[in-house]
């Protein structure tokens, strides 16, 4: 398989547009990297880029050490799996999956074992026989990835394949393309604006905006220690709260305040605080919703803050658990609660925040100055 080397690669489109800036990224052979982002971040291009079906601007796109900006789509070794997979409707599953290896010239008999070992991998093998039409919306995106399998390329380039397929199917195909990954220990770049289809399946994650990488890590860091304000937010479902909060210090105690609010932070929290500068200004400070409990919850071995009062604005039962909503006199604070809560709409609770799972953001920069 492969290793990709993007160094400072950049994209203006023709209309003057800069889709893509200064994006820098290793990937190691057998890594299944996903970029992630809202509509529009540059994902796609950055993708397309790497596929050779939009020129790179500036900058250098290595595979295998082999500078690539000049060669040919084709002559690249690479798949793509698009969301729109397209198969020919007149071709049987055998046909479309062999197809870009007939059109290689390569004979009969290979075609049928590389057809044969990829429906193998995807059980296929008993539709083989079968039109497009005859197949459900993921048996034709299993055929699409097929079609991608049976040329053995060193890397796979898949764009949103997920995405016209219903919620159920979804999560299935997502084990199952994470199984896939496994087994051809392929190297495969992946694109997606949803969060929980990047955590799930990328051994790293690069979260893009505005065409600029944010952050690149694996899952588990990405969500415990996101960089900035946006990687924060978007990470993560429900969303992270954010509460303007100031910093004080108080005898040998550095807390924050919101509204008639005071939490005294953790010692090494207050260091970063105070070596930051930032005693008497303003921080966003970011927590969980997991992370915000209802005073009385089991919270075996974790360190809690001062209990707020706050009064539900809103209450969502979500069957194992339960979201309450609430305002801590003007602070949105939303908590992930035990099922058995007895809080309802209206209700004044009592919470607390997990201390070691405090996130503080700068207000300029955005970015985090310590977890
Ligand atoms: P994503 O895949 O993250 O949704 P894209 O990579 O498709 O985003 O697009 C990044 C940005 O580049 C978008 O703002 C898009 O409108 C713009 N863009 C894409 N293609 C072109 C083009 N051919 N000309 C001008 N701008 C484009």
Same mark, same amino acid.
């Given at each position: 398989?492969?290793?990709?080397s ?5 994209? +203006? &489109?023709p ?17 299944? =990297?996903?970029?992630?982002?809202? !509509? ?7 993708l397309?880029? =790497?596929?050779?079906?939009?020129? =790179? ?18 002559d ?43 429906a ?40 949103e ?7 159920? @199917? ?19 770049? &992946?694109?997606?604006? #949803? ?10 994650? +690069? ?21 900035? @304000? ?22 040998? #105690? ?23 500068? &930032?005693?008497?200004?303003? +921080? ?23 209990? =707020? ?5 809103? &209450?969502?039962?979500?069957?194992? !658990?339960?979201m ?9 604070? !939303? ?13 004044? +609770?009592?919470l607390v ?6 996130h @503080? ?11």
């Amino acid at each position: 398989m492969a290793s990709l080397s993007l160094q400072h690669i950049g994209k +203006v &489109y023709p209309n003057g547009y800069v889709g893509v800036k200064d994006f820098n990224l290793e990937i190691a052979d057998k890594e299944f =990297i996903i970029f992630v982002g809202p !509509s529009g971040c540059g994902k796609s291009t950055t993708l397309r880029m =790497i596929a050779g079906l939009e020129e =790179i601007t500036s900058g250098t796109l290595e595979i295998d050490g082999k500078v690539m900006n000049d060669v040919e789509p084709k002559d690249r070794d690479i798949a793509m799996v698009f969301q729109n997979y397209a198969l020919y409707p007149h071709m049987t599953v055998r046909e479309n999956m062999g197809f870009a290896l007939k059109l290689r010239k390569v004979p009969q008999d290979q075609i049928n074992k590389a057809v044969e070992d990829a429906a193998r991998i995807l059980d296929l093998d008993q539709l083989l026989d079968r039109k497009p039409s005859a197949l459900s919306g993921g048996q034709r995106q299993r055929v699409a990835m097929g079609r991608a399998i049976v040329r053995n390329p060193k890397v796979f380039l898949m764009d949103e394949p997920l995405s016209n397929l219903d919620a159920k @199917l979804r999560v299935q195909m997502r084990a199952e393309i994470s199984k896939l990954h496994d087994r051809l220990g392929a190297t495969i770049i &992946y694109v997606t604006h #949803d969060q929980t289809e990047a955590m799930t399946l990328g051994t790293r994650i +690069v979260v893009m905006k505005d065409g600029v990488m944010q952050q690149v890590d694996t899952p588990t860091k990405l969500y415990s220690e996101p960089c900035n @304000l946006f990687v924060a937010g978007f990470i993560g479902s429900p969303q992270m709260n954010f509460i303007d909060a100031t910093v004080i210090e108080r005898g040998s #105690d550095i807390v924050l305040t919101f509204g008639h609010n005071a939490i005294t932070v953790t010692a090494d929290k207050a260091r970063a605080l105070r070596s930051g500068g &930032y005693v008497g200004k303003a +921080v966003t400070l970011g927590v969980r919703p997991e992370d915000v409990l209802e005073v009385g919850a089991p919270a075996e071995g974790k360190r809690l803050s001062e209990p =707020i009062s706050a009064t539900v604005s809103v &209450y969502e039962l979500l069957g194992s !658990s339960v979201m309450l909503y609430t305002d801590a006199d003007g602070a949105s604070i !939303s908590a992930s609660a035990e099922a058995a809560t007895t809080a309802r709409t209206g209700s004044v +609770v009592s919470l607390v925040f997990d201390l070691d799972k405090l996130h @503080l953001f700068d207000k300029q920069t955005e970015l985090a100055v310590c977890h």
